[in-house]
Nanobody, 121 residues
């Protein structure tokens, strides 16, 4: 059974930093594409950053140069380092694993429960 557990959210002042962690279990971590999404109140969930099985990364334009996604295959963990935080970064942040199971035609998306990030003075 796939489990994704996020941690590291909280309240931070503008300009501050946080590091989110997502510990995964129930699948071979190294073969999954991992991503961070966020959803602010009243908006749709949006992609923040992603990292492929080979380590290639991509970012939303709004976070480029401020956020960094990384992963540690030995710890089954993906991270999101968030620097120079802005009030508009306030949202619930979700960890996503996209897994291409061999017995299924299409990849399956799995989600964590989310962690709240609030940027406010």
């Amino acid at each position: 059974q796939v489990h994704l557990v996020e941690s590291g959210g909280g309240l931070v002042q503008p300009g501050g930093a946080l590091r989110l962690s997502c510990v995964a279990s129930g699948f071979t971590f190294s073969v999954a594409a991992m991503s961070w999404y966020r959803q602010a109140s009243g908006t749709d969930r949006e992609l923040v950053a992603g990292i492929t099985t080979s380590g290639s990364t991509n970012y939303a334009d709004s976070v480029k140069g401020r956020f960094t996604i990384s992963k540690d295959n030995a710890k089954n963990t993906v991270y999101l380092q968030m620097n120079s935080l802005k009030p508009e970064d306030t949202a619930v942040y979700y960890c996503n694993a996209r897994i291409a199971w061999s017995w299924l035609r299409n990849p399956v998306n799995y989600w964590g429960q989310g962690t709240q990030v609030t940027v406010s003075s």
